[in-house]
């Protein structure tokens, strides 16, 4: 966990801050959730590691890295889902029996003729929240995709960051048996 | 990228080996050292003492696998791809007895790319009792098959690389089998490895890098062996790879030839590409079904897939050759020897990857083929010259038919660069959206077919479906590792599937048996039976004739690989792996909302009477 924690700092700076300041600890622990959900809630399934989404062979996902949304509607997105296309609903409560809707104006009973996806895990708000900064912060208004922002997702040994290296010839890995 | 492990294995201590197995998966022991030697006392005490050994695979009981009723030593049973075995001590007369004999639990269900879990859509590979399987990840595991029982002897773990390798997996975590030669087991892994593995200890004598995922390249089907080669084909052409299919030399771990399913400039075919994107921009051309080989000619037949982008196909005018093609290869150069395209220019993803299974009817020399694009076509196969194609689906609206003489779709102009067959069902870059028929999985997927020869009747593992495609006309090159689909479809339709039978003497569907979810599986076929499962958990045995369902079980899982059947100790069994896997629960689910419910799994299932 602490080579992962190193990793999304990324810089020998960036980690005496780290390790010095209370403020930036908090902060730097809650981007660390944020990218934690993101992978746990299977984000990278269509938006990708980087956040760029792109054509897909199921659609597209939007970029995260070029949306012009804001926090409170990022947040709104992944609680409630986009109606009609592949972006699921993340919160247990989105679309409660009643008719105190939470998302939409719409209830459980509209999800009957309408499509909105369910996601595989259902998030907690803070949790939303977690996630909704770490787009803000490391995804959104970014370039192309570097080996900098490979490593800070996967950490420096990952294969999947040779693509961003000059020449990058791979080891293959070792299989090991069990009788 | 090769690097060949030195392995200091006699060949004389193998007859005086004897191996000892734990009774439960809990008792089983990590081996130690990797390469070093070759002590036999790995396990723990012996419960059942194991003394057969597996015998060598040599190149004539390859040719001859059609002889060894009891086995199943190639991927699809025989060269010719048949699928049928001669095994008939479960037949239409008992099958209702079939009853779980046992089952074990695999590996492999875990994520990584852009994948939340791995499936299972391998072949079973069975030589004297002994089994060979794979996990989405490429474990394979050796299973010990005698006295009623199944015993793990041995896993070899690849250490496939999840995150570079699940990241440009266009459609799921998969792997369908393995390849025996001589005293090897020889499997790919995601990440593009060609690994050879001693069939006695599990120890991996050599490993090589035939395909690269930095490239976008990935490979998930079983290796075709023929002679003293594995012929392996790729998977890619989402992110805009230029296809191929390669030849390694097992003894040398050389290269021996690698043949491009896409032309370069002036290399013949090239003038199928008639717009300034090269085969470089525009990619495509996968080859991740194996394939099948008639050895009286010395031929390869393999399945081509479609180009990229997808459905952009203004992007690259002309026919596109290889690609939605099969193609003939001389096996020992690699040399193209025919061709035959079923969708030039093709804008639906209708790939043609699928097996050519090899026949012969009333004189002729036939390779079948059943295209995603909802066509089963016949071919002579020694020369590519079209015989005739049925649709085997339900529902076909991209073409009115094909035409009988040419055997291109009726509305296919050779003076048009770009085709627009039935122009209501073709996606086009002036109009976002278009509904085709068949959905862009077919049709007919990988789940390979199976050919009767007693009844002469080809049995086809059917995606009865329509589904939405939108277009997003590509302007840019594609970029390695990205996806460059020029699209994407969508599932506004309920898909269901069928087993769909057709008398190859005739070229007419003669039975269509309907299920309630596409079949995702593929088709075994035995002298009275035809097996074949469900991805909502059934696997099932309909009468060859009849098609009139005889038998099933739900396996409680989702049917996501072929079913198969062999003998030890005198008894026939089936085996089959389940275990969701591939690209349906992620992109196609919408289509089958019920199947949202199945978990992901892995488990080998084995029936007896």
Same mark, same amino acid.
């Given at each position: ?97 009643? =008719?105190? /809707? ?17 996601? *595989? ?35 420096? =040994? ?22 | ?40 006392? &790995? ?54 007895? !079939? ?49 009623? !029982? ?40 995601? =990440? ?17 890098? &035939? ?40 003894? #040398? ?35 991740? &079904? ?27 005018? *002309? ?27 093709? /804008? ?8 050519? &299974? ?47 003489? #040419? ?5 296919? =102009? ?107 599986? @593929? ?32 396996? @409680? ?24 896997? @591939? ?9 089958? /909302? ?16």
């Amino acid at each position: 966990m602490m080579v992962m924690k190193f990793c999304v700092v990324g810089s020998a700076a960036a980690l005496v801050v780290f390790l010095f300041s209370g403020t930036a600890n908090a902060a730097e622990n809650s981007l660390e959730t944020g990218q934690a959900i993101y992978k746990r809630a299977n984000c990278v399934g269509c938006h990708k590691w980087h956040g760029d989404g792109g054509g897909g062979y199921g659609g597209a996902a939007l970029s995260l890295r070029k949306t012009e949304l804001e926090k409170p509607q990022i947040m709104e997105t992944v609680k409630c889902g986009r109606p009609g296309t592949g972006m699921p609903y993340f919160s247990r409560d989105s679309y409660p029996s009643d =008719d105190a /809707p939470q998302c939409y104006g719409l209830t459980s009973k509209d999800l009957e003729t309408m499509h909105v996806a369910q996601a *595989g895990v259902f998030l907690r708000p803070g949790e939303i929240e977690a996630v909704a900064d770490y787009v803000i912060s490391s995804i959104k208004g970014k370039g192309d995709p570097n080996l900098a922002d490979c490593v800070a997702f996967f950490g420096e =040994d990952s294969k999947a960051c040779g693509v961003y290296k000059s020449g990058g010839h791979h080891e293959l890995p070792t299989p090991s048996t069990t009788q | 990228m090769e690097r060949g492990i030195s392995y200091p294995y006699g060949r004389s201590s193998k007859s005086t080996r004897r191996f000892y197995v734990g009774g439960t998966a809990l008792l089983l022991i990590f081996a130690t050292a990797a390469f070093a030697d070759d002590a036999p006392s &790995v396990g723990p005490k012996a419960e059942t003492p194991i003394v057969a050994k597996s015998p060598e695979t040599t190149t004539q009981r390859l040719l001859d696998a059609d002889k060894e009723q009891q086995n199943w030593i190639t991927h699809h049973k025989t060269y010719n791809a048949q699928r049928f075995s001669t095994l008939d001590q479960i037949n239409a007369g008992n099958v209702k007895g !079939l009853k779980v004999a046992w089952t074990m639990q695999l590996g492999g269900v875990e994520g990584g790319g852009i994948w939340s879990h791995g499936g299972l859509e391998g072949t079973p590979i069975v030589e004297d009792g002994f089994m060979y399987v794979t996990d989405g990840w490429g474990s394979v595991y050796k299973v010990d098959t005698h006295g009623g !029982l199944g015993r793990l002897l041995w896993k070899m773990d690849p250490k496939t690389d999840h995150d570079w390798a699940g990241a440009v997996a266009c459609c799921g975590v998969d792997n369908r089998g393995v390849g025996l030669y001589k005293d090897l087991v020889i499997s790919h892994t995601l =990440d593009g490895r060609l690994i050879a593995t001693d069939k006695e200890t599990g120890q991996v004598k050599w490993q090589r890098q &035939v395909a690269d995922p930095d490239k976008g390249e990935v490979v998930t089907g079983a290796p075709l062996i023929v002679k003293n080669m594995a012929i392996t084909g790729v998977a890619g052409a989402e992110y805009g790879i230029r296809g191929w299919i390669a030849a390694t030399d097992l003894d #040398t771990q050389k290269e021996m030839w690698r043949t491009f399913t896409l032309p370069k400039k002036g290399e013949p075919g090239s003038e199928t590409w008639s717009g300034t994107n090269s085969e470089e921009t525009t990619g495509g051309g996968s080859t991740w &079904v194996t394939g099948s080989y008639d050895p009286i000619s010395n031929t390869i037949l393999w399945g081509v897939g479609n180009p990229g982008p997808d459905w952009d196909n203004a992007y690259r005018p *002309g026919d596109n050759l290889y690609t939605d093609s099969s193609l003939a290869v001389d096996a020992d150069t690699g040399k193209i020897k025919w061709h035959f395209q079923h969708t030039p220019n093709d /804008p639906y993803d209708y790939d043609s990857v699928a097996e050519n &299974v090899l026949v012969d009817v009333d004189g002729k020399k036939i390779a079948l083929e059943a295209d995603r694009n909802g066509f089963g076509y016949a071919v002579d196969r020694t020369d590519g010259r079209f015989l005739w194609a049925t649709p085997f689906v339900k529902k076909v609206t991209w073409t009115k038919g094909i035409d009988p003489e #040419t055997g291109k779709p009726e509305e296919y =102009d050779a003076k048009k660069q770009v085709q627009v067959y039935n122009p209501e069902a073709t996606p086009v870059r002036s109009r976002e959206i278009t509904d085709i028929c068949p959905g862009n999985m077919g049709g007919k997927n990988w789940p390979p077919t199976a050919y009767n020869p007693l009844l002469k009747t080809w049995y086809v593992p059917v995606i009865e479906s329509c589904n939405r495609i939108t277009i997003k006309p590509e302007t840019k090159a594609n970029k390695p590792r990205d996806f460059f689909t020029g699209g994407g479809p969508s599932q506004p339709f309920r898909i269901t599937g069928s087993v769909t039978a057709i008398d190859v003497t005739t070229g007419k569907v003669v039975g269509k048996h309907e299920t309630p979810y596409p079949n995702l599986a @593929g088709i075994l076929a035995t002298p009275d039976l035809v097996f074949s499962g469900e991805p909502s958990g059934q696997v099932y045995a309909l009468d060859a004739k009849t098609l009139q369902r005889l038998w099933e079980f739900n396996t @409680g899982g989702g049917v996501n690989a072929p079913p198969m059947t062999f003998s030890v100790d005198g008894k026939q069994y089936v085996a089959i792996l389940v275990g969701m896997g @591939g690209a349906w629960d992620k992109w196609f689910i919408d289509s089958t /909302p019920e199947l949202k419910k199945v978990q992901p799994g892995s488990t080998l299932y084995v029936f007896a009477l």
